[in-house]
């Protein structure tokens, strides 16, 4: 009998090893898919700025000042992109997709994220945009309290359901 019980302990945990292994796996997986699109979006706005110094796509973004702390939020391609500066604007960090105009869960519209403002006190950030990712305009955002070193999630403000996370 203890022979038995022991072997179909042996067999869980086997089973909930390769479960917690796979789990693993794709959150990887998901995490270095979100570090490449990060980068690609990226590289389409450098690219595009490039190709488009005497005509620039339309940019709109805001700009916020907290003592020494310069941060400043813009669109490129419909990227919501950040950077900041903590030393009053000498050196910025290497600027942040903060939303990207991907995923499309509405294939039918071109995605749009744009008027975008900005707000700071000290270290604590908050950007918010507009965009029609589902097929009607929300209002989007996200927080910082780290001087914009790392983001919360986006939260879609809508006037039906209060805020919702991503």
């Not at 389409?44 to 020494?68: F, H, M, W, Y």
């Not at 991907?102 to 604590?124: E, I, M, Q, R, W």
């Not at 908050?126 to 986006?154: C, L, Q, V």
Request: aromatic share 6%; with cysteine; net charge negative.
């Amino acid at each position: 009998m203890v022979c038995h019980e022991s072997a179909i302990i042996i067999a869980a945990i086997v089973i909930l090893s390769t479960i917690t292994f796979g789990l693993m796996f794709q959150a990887h997986e998901a995490l270095a898919q979100t570090a490449h699109e990060e980068q690609q979006a990226l590289q389409k706005c450098k690219e595009a700025i490039k190709q488009n110094i005497e005509d620039p796509p339309k940019t709109d973004g805001g700009l916020a000042v907290s003592g020494t702390n310069i941060y400043a939020a813009w669109t490129c391609n419909s990227n919501v992109l950040f950077t900041g500066s903590h030393d009053g604007g000498k050196t910025f960090a290497n600027t942040m997709l903060v939303s990207s105009s991907n995923p499309n869960t509405n294939p039918k519209t071109f995605v749009l994220n744009d008027n975008v403002t900005l707000s700071a006190s000290g270290n604590n950030v908050a950007i918010m945009w507009d965009t029609n990712k589902t097929g009607i305009p929300n209002p989007e955002i996200r927080t910082s309290s780290d001087g914009g070193n790392t983001f919360s999630n986006i939260v879609t403000l809508n006037s039906t359901s209060g805020g919702t996370n991503k």
